[in-house]
């Protein structure tokens, strides 16, 4: 369920959708490093993200890993079809470091 309420696009005009009360940002085909990286730590350091952010992309983020830890996030890969891959983002609580997957 896609809630109809609008947000301010990441990265200049990359939409976040919201599903189920967590942003969402569709990054497939978007090719010019480093702006995935950008439009997801744009979304995970808004005042208003929550704990959650999902993701959807069609490579593994190698160099996303090191910030989403740096900034206290922890992330869940899941593989779907033949070549796209879902991250879902969750705030550690605090005091807690990054442990990635």
């Known amino acids: 369920m896609i809630e109809s309420e609008p947000r301010a ?3 200049g ?8 009360g967590a942003p969402c940002i ?9 702006r995935p990286l950008i439009a997801i730590i744009e979304l995970i350091e ?4 929550g704990d959650e952010v ?3 992309m069609d490579r593994d983020p ?7 830890m740096e900034r206290g996030w922890s992330w869940h890969k899941e593989f779907i079809g033949s070549r796209d891959l879902r991250l879902t983002l969750t705030r550690d609580p605090p ?3 990054g442990s990635g997957p």
């Open 9 to 11: 696009p990441v990265a």
């Open 13 to 20: 005009d990359i939409p976040v959708l919201w599903q189920n």
């Open 26 to 34: 569709d990054l497939r085909g978007i090719d010019e490093p480093p």
């Open 46 to 49: 808004r005042p208003d993200t």
């Open 54 to 56: 999902r993701v959807i």
């Open 62 to 68: 190698i160099h996303l890993y090191p910030e989403l």
């Open 95 to 97: 005091g807690t470091p």
